[in-house]
T-cell receptor, first 111, second 114 residues
């Protein structure tokens, strides 16, 4: 059974600081997704990583994928309050978009 | 207009009721999904439809019955639910049910079973 683990589950950080969220998974896969969810809202797609070594950046967020280590990271640079949300990683071990999600990392950025 | 629209946004139902959740996607996608998001649990895939045909049923109890009349609409029929079925039900769609496509989620339907 595929397991997807995120670390940390709760993260409180100050504006301007950098931090990394980790996503480990237990089965071979080269397809990993990152989503953001604001309270009471839907999931917003952030990144789709499709190969070993893939790196994507959007604003203050950068995601990477190491399929050999079965690890993806979401790096936050110079955090701002607007980044406060819950971040999910999801893995698709098959070819059919059947995503298995991590528990989510609840990020709070304090002024 | 959002890409994936779900109604109702909130639903309270008794354990003997029958209700339905509706999802409509305006993205021209061929695959649609139902996910369940419970408190303190990861999102769980329930059903996958491709070109209106169910291709995955992730061991979901029969009290949940999906229906996909066309590639733009997806329903989740609910009957004799249990309180533990209370959750956020998210509909999603993608270009195809093959890997690597971005999956777009609706805003969800909050279900409370009393």
């Amino acid at each position: 059974e595929l397991k997807v683990e995120q670390n940390p589950l709760f993260l409180s950080m100050q504006e301007g600081k950098n931090y990394t969220i980790y996503c480990n998974y237990s089965t071979t896969s080269d397809r990993l997704y990152w989503y953001r969810q604001d309270p009471g809202k839907s999931l917003e797609s952030l990144f789709v990583l499709l190969s070993n070594g893939a790196v994507k950046q959007e604003g203050r967020l950068m995601a990477s994928l190491d399929t050999k280590a079965r690890l993806s990271t979401l790096h936050i640079t110079a955090a701002v309050h607007d980044l406060s949300a819950t971040y999910f990683c999801a893995v698709d071990p098959t070819s059919g978009s059947r995503l298995t999600f991590g528990e989510g990392t609840q990020l709070t950025v304090n002024p | 207009e959002t890409g994936v629209t779900q109604t109702p946004r909130h639903l309270v139902m008794g354990m003997t009721n029958k209700k339905s959740l509706k999802c409509e996607q305006h993205l021209g996608h061929n695959a649609m999904y139902w996910y369940k998001q419970s408190a303190k649990k990861p999102l769980e895939l329930m059903f996958v439809y491709s070109l209106e045909e169910r291709v995955e049923n992730n061991s979901v109890p029969s009290r949940f019955s999906p229906e996909c009349p066309n590639s733009s609409h997806l329903f989740l029929h609910l009957h004799t639910l249990q309180p533990e079925d209370s959750a956020l039900y998210l509909c999603a769609s993608s270009q195809t049910p093959t890997s690597g496509n971005t999956i777009y989620f609706g805003e969800g339907s909050w279900l409370t079973v009393v």
